[in-house]
């Protein structure tokens, strides 16, 4: 069946502008994940969907950073007033479902390169 | 707090030969670990999976140990090659156990 896919692949945006960005997971997935990876950088953990209730905001770097997701299925990472730091590749990932203690591999998309002028 | 350590300097190894990669943590208390491969402009890809209850894992080339005294974990690849060159992750859940967190990688370079 189809991965995770992700859109748009790249985006090239001026400071200060709106970004929003499009996951949609594996269907029949309920856990899904944001990661954010700058160049050469580990993973760092955005925010996390069990189905459509975000429990953890914790991660978002800044208010400017905010995430939906819709009929348990869809989510946008929607980022304001975009700064040059915020310039690296967004990637989303989803799993089966998220209990603690069940084994949990996470299946990533591609990513959204975005960079910020 | 949390934290997940992994070898940040490139690991050069001979094809044929056995890669060693390490990760280490602190203040965790994992039920299992994880093991990801990410290649360059890819997402990670899952590799392996070993419980707390387990010593070693074994998937074809590669073997996966996870010591719970030393809050460690090796991943090993037997006879190395070109094709296993790539950026290799190590993934805990946090003491909650709903958020996985990524150590920040070791890129393996396999020379034939």
């Known amino acids: 069946g189809a991965g995770v896919s992700q859109s748009p692949s790249n985006k090239v945006t001026e400071k200060g502008k709106d970004v929003e960005l499009r996951c949609d997971p594996i269907?029949?997935?309920?856990?899904l994940y944001w990661y954010r990876q700058s160049l050469g950088q580990g993973l760092e953990f955005l925010i996390y969907?069990?189905?459509?209730?975000?429990?953890?905001k914790s991660g978002l770097p800044s208010d400017r950073f905010s995430a939906e997701r819709t009929g348990g299925s869809v989510s946008t990472l929607t980022i304001q007033r975009t700064q040059q730091e915020d310039s690296a590749v967004y990637l989303c990932?989803?799993?089966?479902?998220?209990?603690?203690?069940?084994?949990?591999?996470?299946?990533f998309g591609p990513g959204t390169r975005l960079t910020v002028l | 707090s949390q934290k997940i350590e992994q070898n940040s300097e490139a690991l050069n190894i001979q094809e044929g030969k056995t890669a060693t990669l390490t990760c280490n943590y602190t203040?965790?208390?994992?039920?299992?670990l994880q093991w990801y491969r990410q290649d360059p402009g890819r997402g990670p890809v899952f590799l392996l999976l070993?419980?707390?209850?387990?010593k070693e894992k074994r998937k074809e080339r590669l073997k996966v140990t996870f010591d719970t005294t030393l809050k460690q974990s090796l991943f090993h690849i037997t006879a190395s090659q070109p094709a296993d060159s790539a950026t290799y992750l190590c993934?805990?859940?946090?003491?909650?156990?709903?958020?996985?967190?990524f150590g920040g990688g070791t890129r393996l370079m396999v020379k034939p």
């Open positions: 269907s029949g997935h309920t856990a």
């Open positions: 969907f069990q189905g459509n209730s975000a429990p953890d």
């Open positions: 203040n965790y208390s994992p039920a299992y």
């Open positions: 993934a805990l859940f946090n003491n909650a156990g709903n958020m996985l967190t």
């Open positions: 070993i419980r707390e209850n387990e």
């Open positions: 990932a989803s799993s089966l479902n998220l209990l603690a203690g069940v084994t949990n591999e996470q299946f």
